[in-house]
């Protein structure tokens, strides 16, 4: 009967081997739950399709999973950032830590981040990135993950140099549409807006811009001059790649009827470098 029983020891041991080892195996850390919200918090997922755009609030919550606990205690840290398709960090990049006490009543339990992040103002279309980062202190584990979503917005172009563009006349301050048909009368006041593009960035995203304007009678004689109507100085956190100028001009009652001549010129005062786009307008009595 001995070899019977050396056989069945055998047996034992070769199961005991091929059986997964997974008693006390460690969690892994990991970030879960991960949820883009439909505008506000607590919200539903946004759509499969969904583009963001500028200036919308990009709200987000996930949470983690794997982590230690030594001591009835957890010590998390956790990252978040967001980049644009080049790599530009969109917003100031958030930390945080969880630093909780973890009784057996709280054995699953699942920390949870959540975000409300404002978009820049100025965003060209493409695919952006949200960065997370959380590190386990305790268990000295790390897990990254990078979330795409998508912008709707403007082609991005590349300009060579400062220019204005689209110098169109409206009848009040405020006025949504321009005019069609570029007429006033004597004592009205002219209306304009435009955009200036093409200026370069100095260090931390500044730029330093200035326009002036020339107004010239049908005669071609110099009605009107302002050399610097403006200046636009400023260093945003992300870049700003277009602004809008405008302008205003009363005209006088005893002004002669005619088609007037306006010439912006824009300059940009890093690039040492300018830009003008002249327009026309009628008076008529």
């Not at 400062?162 to 405020?174: K, M, N, P, Q, V």
Request: charged content about 25%; proline content about 7%.
């Amino acid at each position: 009967m001995e070899p019977v029983r050396d056989i069945l020891a055998w047996c034992c041991l070769c199961l005991s081997a091929l059986a997964p080892n997974t008693a006390g195996a460690p969690p892994k850390l990991a970030i879960v739950q991960f949820v883009l919200h439909d505008q506000r918090e607590d919200a539903p997922a946004i759509s499969a399709g969904y583009r963001y755009v500028a200036g919308e609030v990009l709200y987000l919550s996930y949470r983690v999973s794997g982590y230690s606990v030594k001591s009835d205690k957890v010590d998390l840290r956790w990252q978040m950032y967001l980049t644009d398709p080049d790599g530009i960090l969109l917003a100031p990049v958030e930390n945080g830590a969880f630093k909780d006490e973890v009784t057996f009543n709280d054995k699953d339990w699942l920390p949870r981040v959540d975000h409300a992040i404002p978009l820049p103002p100025q965003l060209y279309s493409g695919d952006y990135l949200i960065h997370l980062r959380v590190s386990d202190e305790t268990a000295q584990a790390m897990v990254e993950q990078t979330v795409p979503f998508r912008v709707r917005g403007r082609t991005k172009e590349k300009l060579d140099s400062i220019l204005i563009r689209g110098l169109r006349f409206y009848r009040a301050e405020d006025d949504p549409a321009p005019i069609d048909t570029v007429a006033y009368q004597p004592g009205a006041t002219v209306w304009a807006r435009f955009e200036i593009a093409g200026y370069v960035f100095g260090e931390k995203n500044t730029f330093d811009v200035e326009y002036g304007l020339v107004v010239y009678r049908p005669s071609g004689e110099k009605l009107y001059e302002q050399l610097v109507a403006a200046n636009e100085h400023d260093s945003p956190f992300y870049p700003k790649f277009w602004l809008m100028g405008g302008f205003s001009l009363n005209l006088g009652a005893d002004l002669s009827p005619g088609e007037y001549t306006v010439k912006v010129q824009v300059r940009d005062k890093l690039a040492k470098t300018a830009g003008e786009q002249s327009v026309t307008f009628q008076v008529r009595n």
